[in-house]
Nanobody
């Protein structure tokens, strides 16, 4: 059974930082690309970052470039999203997702986590 379990969300003030984690089990983590997708309240989902199987290729949405960093530790089957200089518009439910292939693809992820809530507010 594939499981993607996110953690690290919470309430943070504008300008603050958070690190999200996603522990993956039930698949060969080091063989698949991964991504973080967010869904603000009442809005559609947006892929914010993606990473290939070994971490040497990444991609970011324009809205988070220069502020968010995606990285992975294949020895721990864990994906991370470091979020800096957070803005109120970053408020969303953040999902960890896995591709079915080693490389970054489109938004058609094969597996999803349950999400972790991030609220940016003073």
């Amino acid at each position: 059974q594939v499981q993607l379990v996110e953690s690290g969300g919470g309430l943070v003030q504008p300008g603050g930082s958070l690190r999200l984690s996603c522990v993956v089990s039930g698949l060969t983590f080091s063989s698949v690309g991964m991504g973080w997708v967010r869904q603000p309240p009442g809005q559609k989902r947006e892929r914010v970052a993606a990473i290939n199987w070994n971490g040497d290729d990444t991609d970011y949405a324009d809205s988070v470039k220069g502020r968010f960093i995606i990285f992975r530790d294949n020895t721990k089957n864990t994906l991370y999203l470091e979020m800096n200089n957070l803005k109120p518009e970053d408020t969303a439910n953040y999902f960890c997702a896995a591709y079915s292939r080693p490389f970054i693809g489109s938004d058609n992820f094969a597996e999803w986590g349950q999400g972790t809530q991030v609220i940016v507010s003073s």
